[in-house]
């Protein structure tokens, strides 16, 4: 078993040019960490040398740690392994980028995501990168992987290998590229010693263009309302001013750009709100029955890898089903359980109160169980093909007037399908996505029976 210093390593979750990052356990009380050890390439190292990466390896360290705010990642150690320092972090196993499907092709198309869910985040970017400046902060590698995300769902900045404090002058080479392609602000790739924290701003617009449309912007700037029916010409004139190519026609501090973006959200729900109304009388309809037991998804837990599964699965390159399902749902009288008529499923209405580890979901089926919860002592935890069948893909407009038959706060459900040995699959009914993610981490669970 390999250690650096008491942290027991687990695996690599990734790997950069000034350094790697590993899942870590800490001994007895098994808490999961992650630790970044410094360890640049060679052509860094050359670049650079090594007592300049050590020195801004340290600040990027000290840079985090002095900052105590919900929406930046915490520092709880430093160290030494080997003559390299390292530091060690809270470990989040989800990143806006995975949320995305951001991949490293990052041209390539990514998810949509809905604008209430792009508020919320971008709200809160907003408020680390407000607590960041204010510290004489300028991040300079805000980008979709660099925003983490805890169980809840809520953000946190991390890696501030790039940042730099008020007034710094870094001593490195000035052909080395400071930021992410397609997220550096322009004046950033011109003279990233000079930039302010406009160029924060920047990047952030960047990344709300994309989750607004898919797809990442190019100058002139294509109207986000083209691609978006959801939105209106006000969200292209915030685009416009945040992706400026001239610092000064931007919004100047993050403050200002949150207080637009609520401003836009608000009149946004009032849009919602009078659309809903017109669509009042078909809010009651009952759902079409259909033919009862259409088809049985596969009950039968597997394990399959990357690649196949979007085949096993029937997903697209986003990892989006590629049909929808129809289906006719029917909530039991007590509203505990949902009966789909299509498949003979029946599903829990809720699920977990709250979200919990992969291992721990299989215990929270036991106790179902043995409760006999329901009546019933059948209940497990549904494959990724069952889980598809309850999607509801979004839909412009009226979606947001139709009520959910599941309840809402179990947005991320485990299946019983596994990646590999540390990893299993699971379903954003929130986004309608598959993804994978390390059993450590916590989603909710959602029980399902055969009728």
Same mark, same amino acid.
Request: net charge positive.
């Given at each position: 078993?390999?250690?650096?210093?008491?942290?027991?390593?687990? #695996?690599?979750?990734?790997?950069?040019?000034?350094?790697?990052?590993?899942?870590?356990?800490?001994? /007895?009380?098994?808490?999961?960490?992650?630790?970044?050890?410094?360890?640049?390439?060679?052509?860094?190292?050359?670049?650079?040398?090594?007592?300049?990466?050590?020195?801004?390896?340290?600040?990027?360290?000290?840079?985090?740690?002095?900052?105590?705010?919900?929406?930046?990642?915490? /520092?709880?150690?430093? &160290?030494?392994?080997?003559?390299?320092?390292?530091?060690?972090?809270? !470990?989040?196993?989800?990143?806006?980028?995975?949320?995305? &499907?951001?991949?490293?092709?990052?041209?390539?198309?990514?998810?949509?995501?809905?604008?209430?869910?792009?508020?919320?985040?971008?709200?809160?970017?907003?408020?680390?990168?407000?607590?960041?400046?204010?510290?004489?902060?300028? +991040?300079?590698?805000?980008?979709?992987?660099?925003?983490?995300?805890?169980?809840?769902?809520?953000?946190?900045?991390?890696?501030?290998?790039?940042?730099?404090?008020?007034?710094?002058?870094?001593?490195?080479?000035?052909?080395?590229?400071?930021?992410?392609?397609?997220?550096?602000?322009?004046?950033?790739?011109?003279?990233?010693?000079?930039?302010?924290?406009?160029?924060?701003?920047?990047?952030? #617009?960047?990344?709300?263009?994309?989750?607004?449309?898919?797809?990442?912007?190019?100058?002139?700037?294509?109207?986000?309302?083209?691609?978006?029916?959801?939105?209106?010409?006000?969200?292209?004139?915030?685009?416009?001013? *945040?992706?400026?190519?001239?610092?000064?026609?931007?919004?100047?501090?993050?403050?200002?750009?949150?207080?637009?973006?609520?401003?836009?959200?608000?009149?946004?729900?009032?849009?919602?709100?009078?659309?809903?109304?017109?669509?009042?009388?078909?809010?009651?309809?009952?759902?079409?029955?259909?033919?009862?037991?259409?088809?049985?998804?596969?009950?039968?837990?597997?394990?399959?890898?990357?690649?196949?599964?979007?085949?096993?699965?029937?997903?697209?390159?986003?990892?989006?089903?590629?049909?929808?399902?129809?289906?006719?749902?029917?909530?039991?009288?007590?509203?505990?359980?949902?009966?789909?008529?299509?498949?003979?499923?029946?599903?829990? +209405?809720?699920?977990?109160?709250?979200?919990?580890?992969?291992?721990?979901?299989?215990?929270?089926?036991?106790?179902?169980?043995?409760?006999?919860?329901?009546?019933?002592?059948?209940?497990?935890?549904?494959?990724?093909?069952?889980?598809?069948?309850?999607?509801?893909?979004?839909?412009?407009?009226?979606?947001?007037?139709?009520?959910?038959?599941?309840?809402?706060?179990?947005?991320?459900?485990?299946?019983?399908?596994?990646?590999? !040995?540390?990893?299993?699959?699971?379903?954003?009914?929130?986004?309608?996505?598959? *993804?994978?993610?390390?059993?450590?981490?916590?989603?909710?669970?959602?029980?399902?029976?055969?009728?």
């Amino acid at each position: 078993m390999k250690f650096i210093g008491q942290y027991r390593i687990r #695996g690599l979750l990734g790997r950069g040019g000034m350094g790697k990052v590993l899942q870590v356990e800490v001994p /007895v009380i098994r808490r999961i960490l992650a630790l970044k050890l410094l360890a640049p390439v060679e052509l860094l190292l050359a670049m650079v040398g090594r007592d300049q990466l050590v020195r801004l390896f340290t600040q990027e360290a000290k840079s985090m740690a002095a900052i105590r705010h919900p929406n930046i990642i915490d /520092v709880v150690d430093f &160290g030494t392994f080997q003559d390299s320092p390292y530091y060690v972090m809270d !470990y989040l196993g989800n990143s806006l980028g995975a949320v995305m &499907g951001e991949t490293y092709v990052t041209e390539a198309p990514s998810r949509v995501l809905r604008i209430e869910k792009v508020v919320h985040y971008t709200r809160q970017i907003l408020e680390g990168l407000r607590r960041l400046h204010a510290a004489g902060i300028v +991040h300079r590698d805000i980008k979709p992987f660099n925003i983490l995300l805890t169980e809840d769902d809520n953000v946190k900045i991390c890696d501030f290998g790039l940042s730099k404090l008020r007034g710094e002058r870094m001593a490195v080479p000035s052909s080395l590229k400071v930021g992410s392609p397609y997220y550096a602000a322009p004046e950033q790739e011109k003279a990233p010693d000079q930039v302010d924290h406009r160029a924060d701003l920047y990047a952030l #617009g960047v990344m709300v263009y994309r989750m607004l449309t898919g797809t990442l912007p190019r100058h002139p700037i294509e109207p986000a309302s083209s691609s978006n029916a959801n939105l209106t010409s006000e969200w292209d004139v915030f685009l416009t001013r *945040a992706l400026s190519p001239d610092p000064e026609k931007r919004f100047q501090d993050a403050l200002s750009m949150s207080d637009e973006v609520t401003s836009l959200f608000q009149r946004w729900q009032s849009q919602v709100e009078a659309t809903c109304r017109l669509y009042a009388a078909d809010r009651g309809m009952s759902p079409s029955r259909g033919p009862e037991y259409a088809f049985t998804p596969r009950s039968k837990p597997l394990r399959t890898g990357v690649r196949k599964a979007r085949a096993l699965f029937g997903l697209n390159a986003l990892w989006q089903p590629l049909r929808t399902n129809t289906h006719a749902l029917e909530a039991a009288p007590n509203n505990a359980t949902v009966l789909d008529l299509t498949t003979g499923l029946q599903w829990l +209405h809720s699920g977990s109160d709250f979200p919990m580890d992969w291992h721990a979901a299989f215990t929270y089926i036991d106790d179902l169980n043995a409760q006999q919860w329901g009546g019933h002592s059948d209940w497990r935890l549904p494959t990724v093909e069952e889980l598809l069948t309850i999607l509801r893909p979004p839909h412009a407009d009226t979606d947001y007037c139709l009520p959910s038959t599941f309840a809402t706060a179990q947005k991320r459900l485990w299946s019983s399908d596994r990646r590999t !040995y540390t990893s299993a699959w699971y379903v954003s009914l929130e986004l309608g996505f598959v *993804a994978w993610q390390d059993k450590t981490f916590a989603n909710h669970v959602k029980a399902v029976r055969h009728r």
